[in-house]
Nanobody, 121 residues
Framework: QVQVVESGGGLVQAGGSLRLSCAASGTIASITDMGWYRQAPGKQRDLVARISCAGYTDYADSVKGRSTISRDNAKKMVYLQMNGLKPEDTGVYYC???????????????WGQGTQVTVSS
């Protein structure tokens, strides 16, 4: 059974920083893409950043230059460093990983339960 668990959310003042972490565990054969999504109150879940297994990254325009996504393949973890936080960054941040779970032979997207980030003005 595979689990994806986020950590590192919290309450921070505007201009501050947070580092989100996400760890996968279980019977995992391989992980390809990893990413972070944000869901603000009353809004849809939107991409914040993603990183391929080769290390290519992609960011939402709203966080470019302020956030960095990284991964540690050996630890099966992905991170999101967020700097210069703004109140509009507030929301629940979800980690997602595209994985092949043993003994299956196909990939699927796995999601964490989310971690709350609140940025006060």
């Amino acid at each position: 059974q595979v689990q994806v668990v986020e950590s590192g959310g919290g309450l921070v003042q505007a201009g501050g920083s947070l580092r989100l972490s996400c760890a996968a565990s279980g019977t995992i054969a391989s992980i390809t893409d990893m990413g972070w999504y944000r869901q603000a109150p009353g809004k849809q879940r939107d991409l914040v950043a993603r990183i391929s297994c080769a290390g290519y990254t992609d960011y939402a325009d709203s966080v470019k230059g302020r956030s960095t996504i990284s991964r540690d393949n050996a630890k099966k973890m992905v991170y999101l460093q967020m700097n210069g936080l703004k109140p509009e960054d507030t929301g629940v941040y979800y980690c997602t990983m595209r994985m092949t779970e043993r003994p299956r032979a196909y990939e699927a997207d796995y999601w964490g339960q989310g971690t709350q980030v609140t940025v006060s003005s």
